[in-house]
């Protein structure tokens, strides 16, 4: 497999449950990126590590938790979560987190919180 | 507030004419800026980019132009093919960072 695989494409989660969103990439990159898109908003940024070190926390709530136990893989855990935060989540990745480099997109999680 | 704004939400043409994106941004330290296209139940794929120290970057039928003095880009595509057909987000960052700022896109149809 190549490129950037998300799973699972589909999560329909209550308030109460935890989940867990997962990340791979097959691109050799060192960068692996969390971003969120709702409904007619502007993808946001959520969480960046790089070399598996956590450069960035774009102050997500503590419900939103990410963990990266090597540079190809990328998790996102939820807990107690808002219908607020129902919305698509993209995971991605770049050779590193220096600029000017594209970033590859996996194909999301449609996350729906009921 | 939204430093990278995308004013029109959509956009129609017809096959074989030009198709053209605007984007517009408030931070003058942004120094790179990029375009993805989305189709439905895909992610996001680079599609050009361009440099602060450039003001046009043309790859097959994609064109992006910028505009510093007016902080706006815009996206040509000449000529239109259906298969264009799609999401199109403008991104922005700065100072040689990772961090993209993105705009909330513009849904272009070609219609055949």
């Known amino acids: 497999e190549t490129g950037v695989t998300q799973t699972p494409r589909h999560l329909v989660m209550g308030m109460t449950n935890k989940k867990s969103l997962k990340c791979e990439q097959h691109?050799?990159?060192?960068?692996m990126y969390w971003y969120k898109q709702s409904a007619k908003k502007p993808l946001e940024l959520m969480f960046v590590?790089?070399?598996?070190?956590?450069?960035e926390n774009n102050s997500v709530p503590s419900r939103f938790s990410p963990e990266c136990p090597n540079s190809s893989h990328l998790f996102l855990h939820l807990h107690t979560l808002q219908p607020e935060d129902s919305a698509l989540y993209l995971c991605?990745?770049?050779?590193?987190?220096?600029?000017?480099?594209?970033?590859?997109f996996g194909q999301g999680t449609r996350l729906t919180v009921v | 507030d939204q430093q990278v704004k995308q004013n029109s939400p959509s956009l129609s043409v017809q096959e074989g004419r030009i198709s053209i994106l605007n984007c517009d941004y408030t931070?003058?330290?942004?120094?790179?800026f990029l375009w993805y296209k989305k189709y439905p139940a895909e992610g996001p794929t680079f599609l050009i980019s361009?440099?602060?120290?450039?003001d046009k970057n043309e790859d097959g039928r994609f064109t992006v132009f910028l505009n510093k003095s007016a902080k706006h880009l815009s996206l040509h595509i000449v000529p239109s093919q259906p298969g264009d057909s799609a999401v199109y987000f403008c991104?922005?960052?700065?100072?040689?960072?990772?961090?993209?700022?993105f705009g909330s896109g513009t849904r272009l149809l070609v219609r055949p």
């Open positions: 691109l050799g990159h060192n960068a």
């Open positions: 361009i440099s602060s120290i450039k």
């Open positions: 991104a922005a960052s700065r100072d040689s960072s990772y961090k993209l700022i």
């Open positions: 931070n003058s330290m942004f120094d790179y």
């Open positions: 590590y790089n070399f598996k070190e956590q450069t």
């Open positions: 991605a990745s770049s050779q590193d987190n220096r600029g000017n480099t594209e970033a590859f």
